[in-house]
T-cell receptor
Framework: KNQVEQSPQSLIILEGKNCTLQCNYTVSPFSNLRWYKQDTGRGPVSLTI?????NTKSNGRYTATLDADTKQSSLHITASQLSDSASYIC????????????FGGGTRVLVKP | GAGVSQSPSNKVTEKGKDVELRCDPISGHTALYWYRQSLGQGLEFLIY????????KSGLPSDRFSAERTGGSVSTLTIQRTQQEDSAVYLC?????????????FGSGTQLSVL
């Protein structure tokens, strides 16, 4: 069964600090991996999309890594800001399922001043 | 429009009533998706429309759920005889097509509460 597991479920960090979120998946065959940011009461917004051949991708202060061999990804947030408080969702697409997306449960990040 | 629009933003209904949720995708987007997000859970796929093709209904949890997309644009998700376990946020997303790397654009969702 295709699954996406994220850790931690939640974390609290101080403004200006860095943090790293983890994503492990069992989706196969792999097509791409996406990270979304979801603010409270809003829909998810795409941060990055990474294909098999990409190891690292950045979007401003967000840097995603992908290890397709170990089926792991991470999202690193640098110099966190209060506006980074949100849920971060890892999503994996499978070629076999017509590019159907499997969503992780998300990591809820709270940035405190 | 500038983004995916969903209405209503909140809906409170009594158990057993029918509800209709609406989604206006981004103009020109041929692919439209409905997802359900329960508290603390990952998004659950419900149904997918691509152009004039037959929709992929494989995620609909029961025959109480149905959706249509008129004229390849606006979509309506209908839940008949609502149950308390239907309470969730229903999210709509659209994309230019269902390509492998197509970016999905989500609406803000409809928060459904069944009392």
């Amino acid at each position: 069964k295709n699954q996406v597991e994220q850790s931690p479920q939640s974390l609290i960090i101080l403004e200006g600090k860095n943090c790293t979120l983890q994503c492990n998946y069992t989706v196969s065959p792999f097509s791409n991996l996406r990270w979304y940011k979801q603010d409270t009461g809003r829909g998810p917004v795409s941060l990055t999309i990474m294909t098999f051949s990409e190891n690292t991708k950045s979007n401003g202060r967000y840097t995603a890594t992908l290890d397709a061999d170990t089926k792991q990804s991470s999202l690193h947030i640098t110099a966190s800001q209060l506006s980074d408080s949100a849920s971060y969702i890892c999503v994996v697409s499978s070629k076999a399922a017509g590019n159907k997306l499997t969503f992780g449960g998300g990591t809820r990040v709270l940035v405190k001043p | 429009g500038a983004g995916v629009s969903q209405s209503p933003s909140n809906k409170v209904t009594e158990k057993g009533k029918d509800v209709e949720l609406r989604c206006d995708p981004i103009s020109g987007h041929t692919a439209l998706y409905w997802y359900r997000q329960s508290l603390g859970q990952g998004l659950e796929f419900l149904i997918y429309f691509q152009g004039n093709s037959a929709p992929d209904k494989s995620g609909l949890p029961s025959d109480r759920f149905s959706a249509e997309r008129t004229g390849g644009s606006v979509s309506t998700l209908t839940i008949q005889r609502t149950q308390q376990e239907d309470s969730a946020v229903y999210l709509c997303a659209s994309s230019l097509a269902r390509g492998a790397n197509e970016k999905l654009f989500f609406g803000s969702g409809t928060q459904l509460s069944v009392l």
